[in-house]
């Protein structure tokens, strides 16, 4: 049984560049997030999506990151265009619908942006 | 605005001692949750707590909830290497928004 799958595992790329992060949930789980994690500020909440549908992008920094969810199986989040204090940890999670107090995590995308 | 602050931030201890590692805040949470995550990995949920008082075990941990809501307590009896982890608490609010914690780091030396 496959857990939440997350593509690339390791991504580098400079100052200015289009990057997307990609992320499979779990078959049947109905609700994703997005979640960025740093030394400094720890693990925080980018934007999460109730069946596929964008319910809270408070998180989202600014207008550079944008998350989409096209189908129940595949959501991307993308940084146009990037910059170094973009570098962290980017983790996708999924659960059922509203049961955020039980989510299951993939293995993060690790960004450098030099 | 941290809403979950964790103490210590740190903690290195030698197989067999007994460690306790704090979750606090001033918002009352409606659940809360402890993960942990290794090296390379994605946090894994250890346990759910919804009640106030609440008191669970997951064999050598235990993970209690304040009567308030407002903070927990997740110690750990005869800590072993493969302890080693970060410790993240987190929960949502009776606001309906959700936090992880600060993390403690902890390091069981063999």
């Known amino acids: 049984d496959a857990g939440v799958i997350q593509s690339p595992r390791h991504e580098v790329t400079e100052m200015g560049q289009e990057v997307t992060l990609r992320c499979k949930p779990i078959?049947?789980?109905?609700?994703l997030f997005w979640y960025r994690q740093t030394m400094m500020r720890g693990l925080e909440l980018l934007i999460y999506f109730n069946n596929n549908v964008p319910i809270d992008d408070s998180g989202m920094p600014e207008d550079r990151f944008s998350a989409k969810m096209p189908n129940a199986s595949f959501s991307t989040l993308k940084i146009q265009p990037s910059e170094p204090r973009d570098s962290a940890v980017y983790f996708c999670?999924?659960?059922?619908?509203?049961?955020?107090?039980?989510?299951?995590f993939g293995p993060g995308t690790r960004l450098t942006v030099l | 605005t941290q809403l979950l602050e964790q103490s210590p931030q740190f903690l290195s201890i030698q197989e067999g001692e007994n460690l306790t590692v704090y979750c606090n805040s001033s918002?009352?949470?409606?659940?809360l949750q402890w993960y942990r995550q290794e090296p390379g990995e994605g946090p894994v949920l250890l346990v759910t707590v919804v009640t106030g008082g609440e008191v669970k075990k997951l064999k050598r941990l235990t993970f209690q909830f304040g009567d308030a809501r407002k903070d927990s307590s997740l110690h750990i009896t005869a800590a072993q290497p493969g302890d080693t982890g970060l410790y993240l608490c987190a929960g949502e609010n009776t606001g309906n928004q959700f936090y992880f914690g600060t993390g403690t780091s902890l390091t069981v030396i063999p």
């Open positions: 918002s009352v949470f409606s659940s």
């Open positions: 078959s049947g789980h109905n609700s």
């Open positions: 999670a999924s659960t059922v619908l509203s049961r955020r107090d039980t989510q299951y």
